[in-house]
């Protein structure tokens, strides 16, 4: 079983250890999805039985969450593979579909906050996990109090979309929790999401990254796939793939390193760095690659309820309510052209471009976070 450990150094860090004679390698990835199928549906019965600490969500959710969480039936929770905290605040109402949805544990979350007059759609590929989802559709919607469930299930792969007949524009948000590394061919998946999501939508995710790309013996390792390693997309991919999908500015909300803290295996990985991340991307029209600056302003004037104080747009900006900020035209389109509109006092217009907007943070997409402020638990 793995072990978390904490150390002086690096008390907040993850840290993975398991047994290198448990990684079985394979010439080709003809079967990966047969693969994870296998992994997720039979050898894991519940989260213990991951090998690895890299689908842990180790930051604790916010309160509103909790509460929710509070309300998921315990079976649900055990089978729950997440890396992140992969619903986004403001969303009642919102019609949400969640990419590689597992046991439902998040679509059932997003059920509870988006309340009777939103939905939610969970697809997955695996039928034991869906077995279970659809187990407690009567039960959350007892829990909740509502009069229909809200939250429906569909087999399929996140690579064929296509073929589940999903209206195009139709989504307001689209979740995933550490399932976009198990797909091949990534560049479809964002692409397939940006077609599913209305203009103004978001796609709100955690998932694995690495500072480098994953060589292919590595790539062919179907426990490693599994444990959310071999698939892990290196950043500066991830970024050029967001943007010929159609979300040209990439917002990194939370990162958090994963370490691994075994000597043959970090020989196996050589110095290859993994992180968990969450990302938004908005489909918005007319978002530059760079931000710049037309001296305009905002100022959060409060009405989410959860948050109340201050909203986190990214990990680059923390906008405390009553207070003006100067931003790039990014961010204003971010916030303008979103369901973010009525929280927010717009200042400024187009008419002046005063060159590049230098408040947005440097070229690296992970801010190396505070150790002191990073949380421990897996939820």
Known sequence: MPTKRQNKNQKHL????????????????????????????????????????????????PKYMLEAIKLIADEVQAKYYGCGLTIPSAIEGLKILDFGSGSGRDCYIAGKLVGENGYVIGVDMTEEQLDLANKYIDYHQEKFGYKYSNVKFLKGNIEELDSLNLEEGSFDLIISNCVVNLAKDKLKVLRDAYKLLKPGGEMYFSDVYSDRRIPTELQSDSMLWGECLSGALYWNDFLNYSKQAGFTDPRAVEDKPITIENEIVIERVKDIQFYSVTYRLFKIEGLESDCEDYGQAVEYIGGIKENENAFLLDNHHNFPKGKIMSVCGNTYKMLFDTRFKKYFKFYGSWDTHYGIFEGCGGNMPFTTSNPDTLGSSCC
Do not use: R, W
């Open 14 to 61: 993850i840290f993975i250890e398991f047994k290198v004679e448990n990684i079985l390698t394979h010439n080709n990835m003809k079967d990966i999805h047969q693969e994870v199928q296998d992994y997720y549906g039979t050898q894991l019965t519940k989260s213990e039985d991951l090998k690895t600490n890299a689908c842990c969500t180790v930051s604790k959710p």
